[in-house]
């Protein structure tokens, strides 16, 4: 990659872009028009504590695609991503500087939140960033907390969010919908003999998902966003699956399997049971239905309201 013409850089991972990062990436934004510089977004297409041979395993927020599509839609010129490797993990702040800030993107401008780090054992840090700027002429924008009723907004909030099935709430610290997407694959296809054709999609195991359950859910297929009602889980009542999504679209007829898919999560109805019968299942399955339909009509009439 050669270098850019001078550039006002935002740093960071940005797993999840939030509504804190969002406003860091705005920030840049506007003093890169100010300043006539590139704006530009430095991420790691890779978590970098997945690098540590003893961390606990960090799952995605975002697919990369959605990651680089809400970062791109926030104005940004540029989307440098990297994949975080032992090399980098292990270059001095100074080297990092140097390599990648200064020879590759030309920063002239920094932003970056108040916890940023960089560099070999994490030993770079804003501070380290304002003490170079004195010596290449680059300016440092820190961003403090980023609060929202009174909560820190972060990435990890966001998956213990998600986790704990509180869908609803991440909305508030998002600025969107949690959402799952990918390619309809073939079921079981009881929910069509049950009179409630779904649409599956196998979970990723590096992505957080919400846990088993009902939500009252959003699919959007081809640019149509669908009321719809949703269960994650490995169907206890008829057999032994791995955990997917399973999506029944209201008022919808089309053969789905091989394309596309957003499913979004508002509410969290119930957990997932096991029921005695395949009977039992299909009378829940219409009480499901019938309080995803009331909410989604509620939530329409409030939207119309609004």
Do not use: W
Request: charged content about 25%; overall charge neutral; proline content about 4%.
């Amino acid at each position: 990659m050669k270098a850019l013409s001078p550039s006002a850089v935002a740093l960071g991972n940005f797993d999840g872009v939030h509504l804190g990062h969002q406003e860091l990436i705005k920030n840049m934004v506007n003093t890169a028009r100010q300043k006539n510089l590139n704006a530009v977004v430095f991420t790691f297409s890779n978590h970098p504590r997945n690098l540590l041979p003893k961390a606990k395993k960090v799952k995605n927020i975002l697919y990369k695609d959605e990651k680089a599509q809400i970062i791109e839609s926030l104005g940004v010129d540029y989307m440098v991503s990297v994949e975080f490797t032992k090399q980098i993990m292990n270059m001095e702040p100074q080297d990092f500087i140097d390599e990648l800030l200064i020879d590759r993107l030309n920063m002239k401008e920094a932003f970056c939140g108040f916890n940023y780090r960089f560099g070999h054992r994490a030993a770079g840090n804003p501070d380290f960033l304002r003490q170079a700027g004195k010596a290449y002429g680059f300016n440092v924008t820190e961003m403090e907390p980023f609060s929202i009723n009174g909560n820190v907004v972060s990435s990890s909030m966001i998956r213990t969010l998600i986790a704990g099935g509180r869908v609803e709430d991440c909305k508030t610290y998002m600025g969107r919908n949690y959402a799952i997407g990918g390619e309809v694959v073939v079921g079981n296809r009881l929910g069509r003999t049950l009179g409630f054709p779904t649409s599956n999609l196998v979970i990723d195991p590096d992505m957080v998902t919400p846990p088993n359950g009902v939500y009252v859910t959003y699919c959007t297929y081809n640019g149509v966003r669908y009321p719809s009602v949703t269960n994650v889980g490995v169907k206890p009542t008829i057999g032994h699956y791995k955990k997917n999504v399973e999506t029944h679209i209201f008022n919808f007829d089309k053969e789905l399997y091989g394309k596309k898919i957003i499913v979004e999560f508002l509410k969290k109805t119930r957990d997932e049971v096991k029921f005695d019968s395949v009977e039992e299942l299909s009378e829940q399955i219409v009480r499901d239905c019938l309080e995803a339909r009331k909410f989604h009509e509620e939530n329409s009439r409030m939207e119309q309201e609004l």
